[in-house]
């Protein structure tokens, strides 16, 4: 009896202690952050009800007619799924059937759409980025919103991006391409090629 009573007052002293820090704003703050993140979760979910979506997964400008995911796509821990915002633009995030995005990737849309096909490997943290800053004289960079000259980014089904790896705005990679880790990709990839290097150039062919 005397047992069960000091766990019951130990389980009441911790909910008091809770409640006590709710004084301070910066925990509000992390809560409303939290949860608002949840909700950004649950809505990428409702999209793409066939993908596997880790729990850690953020995003930034979701709106529901920007996202899609195919049966067996899985996107893992800590990747950023970024759409943009109103001073950018917003583009779409497509990812194909069977694909697999790994750990610390970011994806920004902002003023183009990226679209990934079918059964490819995104290594982990890798940098995909759609649309780049206009960078004109005479105007802060950050005040110049997407440059329309150069955006969009297609990655066709079956292709490899290695650890690492940036693509950079315009940019089409064909079905079947490999990207070697760390490479900055800058052109478009014929299908089948293998690249690497900084920028990236062709290194060989899938046989």
Known sequence: ???????????????LRGVWLFRHDAVIQDLGKRRLQ??????????????????????????????????????REGTMLAFGDDS?????????????IGQYNNLRAGGGDIMIGDDCLISQFCSIVASNHG??????IQSQGADPARCGIVIGNDVW?????????????????????NAVVTKDVPM???????PARKLGERL
């Open 135 to 140: 960078h004109a004289r005479g105007m802060p």
């Open 88 to 100: 950018n633009g917003y583009g779409r995030i497509k990812v194909g059937a069977r694909t697999w």
């Open 192 to 198: 089948f090629e293998i690249w690497g290097s900084v």
């Open 1 to 15: 009896m005397v047992f069960m009573q000091a766990i019951q007052l130990r389980s009441l002293l911790n909910i």
């Open 161 to 181: 991006l290695g650890a690492g790896c940036a693509i950079m705005p315009g940019v089409t990679i064909g079905d079947g391409a490999i990207i070697g880790a």
């Open 38 to 75: 949840r909700v950004e979760l649950d809505l990428l979910r409702q999209a793409a009800p066939k993908a596997r979506i880790s729990d850690t997964v953020l995003s930034y400008g979701h709106r529901s007619e920007l996202f899609s995911a195919g049966e067996g796509a899985q996107i």
